[in-house]
Structure formats: C-alpha cells, structure tokens
C-alpha cells in the first residue's frame, strides 16, 4: 500500500491564481481529512469526508472547497490563492470511527502564495 | 468549543532520561478520545498513543505513557529512556467520540540531546 499520497510536495502561487491540492489514498478508508499547519498554531481542520459524496466543514474552511466522488480521493481547491493560505497542509485519512481508528497522514504540501 | 492546550513549546532532554509533556485539555463531552502524534523533522505525522476517556488506565505503548487525569482534564506524555529519534515536535489532539472534528495543541518541540 503507498498510504496517503500528497501532490505536489511544494507550490508556490501568485495572489489570485487558483490550484487543487491532490489527496489519495489505497487503503479504502472512508474519513479523509484536510488540515493547515502554521507556525505557533498546531493543524486546523479545514474540510473532511465521512465518504464518497459527503463532505463538511472543518475550523477553518474559508476559502477553501472539496469534493468527494470516489472513495480513494480528496481535492482541496483553492479559487482564488491569498498571502493568508500560504501554509503547510496535510491530508489524513482513517477508516472510519472517530477515534477508535488510527487517522493516517500523508507528506504534506508546502504551499507559498506571493 | 473543545480547545487544547500544549504549555510548553520547547523542551529538552538528555538521552537515556525521561521527560513529560503537558497537555490540558477543555470539553463538556463525556465520552472522547486524546492522542499524542510525533513530527519529526521528516514532517510526517505519526500517532504515538491513543486514551479512550471512558477507560481508567493510562495508555502506554513501549517507552511512552501517558498520565491521564478526566477530572483535571490532563492529558500528559511520559517518554522513558529517551532516544535521539524522538526529537520531534509532539502534539496532542481531541475528537469527541462520533465526530470527525480532531482539535490538535500547538505542538512542543522536544529536543534530546547526545
């Protein structure tokens, strides 16, 4: 199995432009997740998926869009990149049942907006 | 709202001793789950243990434990016989049981020193 799979590994957009981060993973997990990483301030949750077809919000989803139509992927889109979402993010992914299930991260990706 | 506290951002140790990490935490939930991941400089997020709040015994898992106080609401990592492998930034995390929303600390950065 390759786990979860984060692409690109880094990225580097202009204000406004717009991109979608890639998630996958092959281990048939139904909760995928998104998170940022900044400096001082732990991982937020932006979006996640209980499945194929249904997503929600996290902490900080502002600015930030998903979808779920196959079980093994989850892209994060951002329409319009700002300064602010210049982050780390990580997707995770886990079986199912909050908790009693080990979530599982990718690599993340190093996205830089000037 | 659930929150997570990590008080202590920067720590060290010397190899071979053992060093604790704090961690509080804040709910009217009843039933949750608290984790422990490590970060090392890789960036890969990796679960190091899981407490289930309806169980009494402290989890552990080889050379890590954890002190965990419900009533205090204190979540704490024991690492015994520290290794040069577990420098890494720590966090710790909450998911109220049939949730998907995982709040994670602002992370401690262990160093262990030769």
């Known amino acids: 199995n390759a786990g979860v799979t984060q692409t690109p590994k880094f990225q580097v957009l202009k204000t406004g432009q717009s991109m979608t981060l890639q998630c996958a993973q092959d281990m048939n997990h139904e909760y995928m997740s998104w998170y940022r990483q900044d400096p001082g301030m732990g991982l937020r949750l932006i979006h996640y998926s209980v499945g194929a077809g249904i997503t929600d919000q996290g902490e900080v989803p502002n600015g930030y869009n998903v979808s779920r139509s196959t079980t093994e992927d989850f892209p994060l889109r951002l329409l319009s990149a700002a300064p602010s979402q210049t982050s780390v993010y990580f997707c995770a992914s886990s079986y199912g049942l909050a908790g009693t299930d080990t979530q599982y991260f990718g690599p993340g990706t190093r996205l830089t907006v000037l | 709202a659930q929150t997570v506290t990590q008080s202590q951002p920067e720590m060290s140790v010397q190899e071979a001793e053992t060093v604790t990490l704090s961690c509080t935490y804040d709910?009217?939930?009843?039933?949750?789950?608290l984790f422990w991941y490590k970060q090392p400089p890789s960036r890969q997020m990796i679960l190091v243990i899981r407490?289930?709040?309806?169980?009494?015994q402290n989890a552990t898992e080889n050379r890590f434990s954890v002190n965990f106080q419900k009533a205090a609401k204190s979540f704490s990592l024991k690492i015994s016989d520290s290794q040069l492998g577990d420098t890494a930034m720590y966090f710790c995390a909450y998911v109220t049981s049939g949730t998907y929303k995982y709040i994670f600390g602002t992370g401690t950065r262990l160093k262990v020193l030769a």
């Open positions: 709910t009217s939930e009843n039933n949750y789950y």
């Open positions: 407490q289930e709040a309806y169980k009494q």
